[in-house]
Nanobody, 115 residues
Framework: QVQLVESGGGLVQPGGSLRLSCVVS????????MGWYRQTPGKERELVAT???????NYADFVKGRFTVSGDNAKNAAYLQMNSLKSDDTGVYYC?????????WGQGTQVTVSS
């Protein structure tokens, strides 16, 4: 059974930083892309950033220059370094792993940006 476990969420003040981690466990055919998505209050789930197996990255406009996605193919892991956090970044952050055939989701980790 494939599981994605996110960690690193929490409460941070505006302007602060958090680093999210996502580790994939279980039997999974080669992961091609890992991504981070979020669901903020009143909105649908949206893309934050993705990273391919080859290291190519893609970011939503609202996080460019603030967030950095990275990955470790050997560990089936992805990370999201979040800097200069704003109150609008508050929400549940989900990790996603895509193989050639299937897409897997984590359970989400809460990020709250508040003074």
């Amino acid at each position: 059974q494939v599981q994605l476990v996110e960690s690193g969420g929490g409460l941070v003040q505006p302007g602060g930083s958090l680093r999210l981690s996502c580790v994939v466990s279980g039997s999974i055919f080669r992961i091609n892309v890992m991504g981070w998505y979020r669901q903020t209050p009143g909105k649908e789930r949206e893309l934050v950033a993705t990273i391919t197996r080859g290291g190519s990255t893609n970011y939503a406009d609202f996080v460019k220059g603030r967030f950095t996605v990275s990955g470790d193919n050997a560990k089936n892991a992805a990370y999201l370094q979040m800097n200069s956090l704003k109150s609008d970044d508050t929400g549940v952050y989900y990790c996603n792993a895509q193989s050639a055939y299937l897409i897997y989701w984590g359970q989400g980790t809460q990020v709250t940006v508040s003074s």
